[in-house]
């Protein structure tokens, strides 16, 4: 079983800045991608950026240019700066992992983290 742990959300005001972390845990043998995807109330979860064990990295267009993801492979975490903050962007944030647990593909999903921006 594998387990994502989020950490980083809160309040901040419209300009501001967030650094979102995830950690994945369990008898992980590889991660092929992991990401953040967000969900704003009334609205569908979508996807807000991506990393792959490779370093290829994929964006929304309402966040390129303000947020940059990253990862530690040999830590199988996953970060997310977040700058220049819109209301618009107040949404809970979640961390997506996928690979292998031995030969067993997964993906798994955090707890979810809330960010709120004020205008």
């Known amino acids: 079983q594998v387990h994502l742990v989020e950490s980083g959300g809160g309040l901040v005001q419209a300009g501001g800045s967030l650094r979102l972390s995830c950690a994945a845990s369990?008898?992980?043998?590889?991660?092929?991608?992991m990401g953040w995807y967000r969900q704003a109330p009334g609205m569908q979860r979508e996807l807000v950026s991506s990393?792959?064990?490779?370093?290829?990295?994929n964006y929304a267009d309402s966040v390129k240019g303000r947020f940059t993801i990253s990862r530690e492979n040999g830590e199988n975490t996953v970060y997310l700066q977040m700058n220049r903050l819109k209301p618009e962007d107040t949404a809970v944030y979640y961390c997506n992992a996928e690979g292998l647990v031995g030969f067993r593909p997964f993906n798994s999903w955090g707890q979810g983290t809330q960010v709120t921006v004020s205008s």
């Open positions: 990393i792959t064990n490779r370093g290829n990295t």
């Open positions: 369990g008898s992980i043998s590889m991660i092929n991608a």
